[in-house]
């Protein structure tokens, strides 16, 4: 199979050798999609994109790495009209907002958090308001179009499939992903040729990434001191991203200006 342009972002993760290639693809559209509404190209100053981003808003850790950015005006232009579209739709809420009758057992129920169902239209609004991010949804929606590309490529191009079963596994959440799709995706036969490939690939991988964490911890014994670090120096962070995914030791991701 020739590679095509829109392949060669997943044949470059599986050849940089990462603890999972998803995990690098989505690093590198977060940080596309950071340079898409902040950075040099001002995005954020057409018309189109700023009524996205008034209408989606950004998750809490969007909004950090935002702040991390760099880009402070850019930052300031965005939340303006974001606010004054939610100031809007804030006062329809309230103008709407019926409360409950109280029950004559109110004063011995307990609080809630807001990680919980809402139970009115108010906290319905606000919980989607969390939930909504233009960052995630650019870069989930392009995630799942490379899923389907991992399964184009395992199933017609031989070097893939190699990169494959030679790769470092993936972190969980990657892995379950893989897991859920083939399910769908591939024929009986195909999924009982991937999961004998996958499977040992997560197992032995997620053993390896063990080895490593207790070593690192071994080597806090005096008797170790002066033993070889052998690959268990940057353990810890490897050890998150194959548990939850992600870069823990990044530093921020900042402007280029």
Same mark, same amino acid.
């Given at each position: 199979?020739?590679?095509?342009?829109?392949?060669?972002?997943?044949?470059?993760?599986?050849? #940089?050798?990462?603890?999972?290639?998803?995990?690098? &693809?989505? !690093?590198?559209?977060?940080?596309?999609?950071?340079?898409?509404?902040?950075?040099?190209?001002?995005?954020y100053?057409?018309?189109?994109? !700023?009524a996205e981003?008034?209408?989606?808003?950004?998750? !809490?850790? =969007?909004?950090?790495?935002?702040?991390?950015?760099?880009?402070?005006?850019?930052?300031?232009l965005?939340?303006?009209? =974001?606010?004054?579209?939610?100031?809007?739709?804030?006062?329809?809420?309230?103008?709407?907002f019926?409360?409950?009758?109280?029950?004559?057992?109110? =004063?011995?129920?307990?609080?809630?958090?807001?990680?919980?169902?809402?139970?009115?239209? &108010?906290?319905?609004? #606000?919980?989607?308001?969390?939930?909504?991010?233009?960052?995630?949804?650019?870069?989930?929606?392009?995630?799942?179009?490379?899923?389907?590309?991992?399964?184009?490529?395992?199933?017609?191009?031989?070097e893939?499939?190699?990169?494959?079963?030679?790769?470092?596994?993936?972190?969980?959440? =990657?892995?379950?992903?893989?897991?859920?799709?083939?399910?769908? &995706?591939?024929?009986?036969?195909?999924?009982?040729?991937?999961?004998?490939?996958?499977?040992?690939?997560?197992?032995?991988?997620?053993? !390896?990434?063990?080895?490593?964490?207790?070593?690192?911890?071994?080597?806090?014994?005096?008797?170790?001191?002066?033993?070889?670090?052998?690959?268990?120096?940057?353990?810890?962070?490897?050890?998150?991203?194959?548990?939850?995914?992600?870069?823990? #030791?990044?530093?921020?991701?900042?402007? #280029?200006?």
């Amino acid at each position: 199979m020739k590679e095509q342009i829109y392949t060669i972002p997943l044949m470059d993760a599986f050849n #940089a050798g990462d603890e999972c290639p998803f995990c690098f &693809i989505e !690093r590198n559209l977060e940080q596309h999609a950071m340079d898409f509404v902040l950075g040099a190209g001002a995005s954020y100053m057409e018309d189109d994109i !700023r009524a996205e981003t008034d209408k989606a808003g950004f998750c !809490r850790e =969007h909004y950090k790495k935002m702040f991390e950015y760099g880009n402070r005006l850019g930052c300031g232009l965005i939340l303006t009209t =974001h606010f004054k579209k939610k100031n809007e739709e804030l006062k329809q809420q309230i103008k709407m907002f019926s409360p409950a009758k109280a029950s004559m057992f109110s =004063h011995f129920k307990k609080a809630q958090s807001t990680t919980d169902a809402p139970k009115t239209s &108010i906290g319905v609004w #606000a919980k989607a308001q969390q939930e909504s991010c233009y960052i995630c949804d650019y870069y989930k929606n392009t995630y799942s179009r490379y899923l389907d590309t991992f399964f184009e490529l395992y199933r017609k191009n031989p070097e893939f499939v190699e990169l494959f079963k030679k790769s470092k596994g993936f972190c969980l959440p =990657h892995f379950a992903d893989l897991v859920e799709n083939a399910e769908t &995706i591939l024929s009986d036969k195909e999924k009982s040729d991937f999961y004998e490939t996958l499977f040992p690939l997560m197992t032995e991988n997620m053993q !390896r990434v063990t080895d490593d964490l207790e070593w690192f911890c071994d080597k806090f014994d005096y008797k170790n001191k002066d033993a070889d670090w052998k690959t268990s120096k940057d353990a810890i962070p490897r050890g998150m991203q194959k548990a939850a995914g992600s870069y823990p #030791a990044d530093p921020p991701y900042k402007s #280029a200006l």
